[in-house]
């Protein structure tokens, strides 16, 4: 799985010219174009191209099915024809598959695309995008040209907008420029519904350049804070010196929404106890998960008869809001653009990344965690539909967290082929990929990326950590562990409200034993073989893990006075000893 790079139009391009067969280009265009997954390439037939006539001319589109419902997806004109001259040219029938091989091999002919475009370009992160990204660009491009959200998430194979988010980690002061510059020119030219047309005043515009700078060093700092408090200060700090005041503001249990975190610029505002710090309009926001910019009755600026304006964005990470940032602005509030609210509301997604990041290191280092487990029957859970469909059971192995909410899930199958669970999975549309790691005669090992319809999803984005998920003929189970100091009742609530089937059946404190530095080497040092420990201690003091290396395995081997296989097997042991200690056991 790549790390997402954010792909505009001309990455996009590159990728396209780099294609070296009508296939691999029709594979790029049709994830880019149409937002088609690999699994819907690889069912797509000539004759699934409907056409309808409008005002605007003949509009084509295909309707695709799986076990998520049925959807239409729109092709271009340009790409329509595409497809016509390629079924043209292979011979293929109305009825035959168009690109006919596997979706896993589509996944491969867009990587390959992807590495000869990185190369070619001379651009290392377009090695990067994957079918995955192909189709993010293709929904965050109707987003751009102004088609309304409700469309985009019906139209492609996205149910969730959050992961078409640009992707974590400050931008550099040149792509938020750009980004900018693009939404001034759409508002110019009034392609995008909603935003002013009218160019702001010198003033106005030197604050969201500022603004925008602003922002990109706050990132620095927040990549380098430790606690939950220090990034709600610097971000107050950073938008201070923009603003009348800035304050973040949380929820306390059931006292409401508290202030957590204040600056003010200390000349001329006074905050007043009207409407907030914070009121109804900050709950609104807080539980509706919409930004909006409200009349400045209170917190108000001193001077009586000056128009202010307060913005008020969600501080989010997925689905769990931390909060709400809250700005002063001396403005008519309806003289505010919308391209200065997009930049704060993009810096309230940071905020909530960064919490979400520390909150994720402090239950790393926690000595006492707060377990809660859930069973669940709901269908919505893909693993549970998954099960209940193959009477098979399904058990979490391993997850790691991946790029733009995603999940890196490692399950163990038992009762069921792995060609009919792929064959299923990869129709669902919370499921991005699916892979066989091995197979036995008990079982397999899969690999699914998780996007949506997943509790462990939602247990993960609410800041736990996964210990045990089990599916079994339409009943799953699931435990996961928390800071000791989690808000219980959201926790609960976002699992029960994407999976109304769901029940929380237990939640204890759950103490963690401290191991250290001497008895976690000593625990490992009983687990090797001396012939394991030689071979490793070789490898490393002769530079084998340096880049580049300083020896090659074959020397090694024949320094040691053992076969290049044997060295091999000893050294791949060790590692796997190491690896199995520190990630399962935990590290000193």
């Known amino acids: 799985m790549g790390t997402s790079v954010g792909l505009d139009d001309d990455a996009y391009g590159r990728l396209v010219r780099a294609a070296r067969t009508d296939r691999q280009e029709l594979v790029v265009r049709l994830a880019g174009e149409a937002g088609l997954r690999p699994s819907e390439i690889a069912r797509l037939c000539p004759g699934d191209v409907e056409s309808r006539d409008g005002d605007g001319g003949t509009r084509f589109f295909v309707r695709m099915d799986g076990d998520d419902g049925s959807r239409f997806a729109y092709l271009p004109p340009d790409l329509e024809a595409a497809v016509s001259a390629y079924a043209a040219s292979t011979g293929c029938g109305d009825a035959e598959p168009l690109v006919d091989v596997s979706p896993r091999r589509i996944q491969m002919i867009a990587r390959e695309v992807a590495d000869r475009a990185a190369t070619e370009a001379d651009a290392p992160a377009l090695g990067a995008v994957s079918t995955r990204e192909l189709r993010r660009y293709h929904a965050r491009a109707l987003l751009d040209r102004g088609v309304a959200p409700r469309i985009v998430t019906e139209a492609t194979a996205w149910n969730r907008l959050e992961a078409l988010a640009e992707p974590p980690g400050p931008p550099d002061l040149e ?97 007043e106890q009207g409407d907030a710090p914070p009121g109804h309009t900050c709950r609104e926001v807080y539980e509706s998960g919409e930004a909006t910019v409200a009349p400045g009755e209170g917190p108000t600026l001193v001077e009586a008869g000056k128009e202010a304006a307060r913005a008020i964005v969600p501080i989010v990470q997925a689905t769990t809001t931390y909060g709400v940032l809250e700005v002063g602005i001396r403005s008519d509030p309806e003289a505010v653009p919308a391209r200065e609210r997009r930049v704060l509301e993009d810096l309230g997604r940071r905020l909530g990344q960064s919490i979400a990041a520390v909150e994720r290191r402090r239950l790393l280092h926690a000595d006492t965690v707060l377990s809660i487990s859930f069973k669940f029957t709901d269908q919505r ?60 005669e008990d079982g397999a090992l899969l690999e699914f990326v998780v996007t949506a319809d997943s509790p462990a999803l939602t247990a993960v984005e609410c800041g736990g950590s996964l210990t045990e998920l089990t599916a079994s003929s339409g009943r799953g189970t699931l435990t996961a562990e928390f800071v000791p100091d989690v808000d219980v009742r959201e926790v609960v609530e976002s699992v029960c409200e994407g999976f109304p089937d769901s029940e929380m059946t237990t939640k204890r404190e759950v103490e963690r034993s401290v191991q250290t530095e001497t008895e976690f080497k000593q625990a490992l040092d009983d687990t090797l073989t001396e012939k394991q420990r030689s071979s490793l201690r070789a490898a490393f003091l002769s530079g084998y893990f340096d880049w580049p290396r300083g020896s090659t395995a074959e020397e090694l081997a024949d320094s040691l006075g053992v076969s290049s296989p044997t060295f091999h097997n000893h050294l791949r042991r060790a590692q796997r000893k190491i690896l199995a200690t520190y990630l399962e056991d935990g590290g000193p």
Do not use: K
């Open 175 to 271: 792509t938020m420029l750009s980004s900018i510059d693009r939404a001034t020119s759409r508002a110019a030219d009034g392609s995008a519904a909603g935003d002013p047309v009218p160019s702001p005043p010198a003033t106005e515009h030197d604050r969201i350049v500022d603004l925008v700078d602003n922002v990109v060093h706050l990132g620095e700092a927040l990549s380098g804070a430790s606690t939950r408090e220090s990034i709600e200060r610097a971000a107050c700090d950073a938008l201070v010196p923009l603003y009348e005041y800035a304050w973040i503001a949380s929820e306390t249990g059931s006292s409401g929404l508290r202030v957590r975190e204040r600056s003010t610029a200390g000349d001329a505002v006074a905050v």
């Open 381 to 440: 859970s893909n693993f549970v539909r998954l099960s209940a469909a193959f009477e098979c059971s399904l058990t979490l192995t391993g997850v790691v967290p991946g790029e733009n909410g995603s999940l890196l899930t490692f399950v163990w199958l038992e009762g069921a082929s792995p060609d009919d669970v792929f064959q299923r999975a990869t129709d669902m549309a919370g499921v991005d990929s699916a892979r066989l790691i091995r197979s036995a």
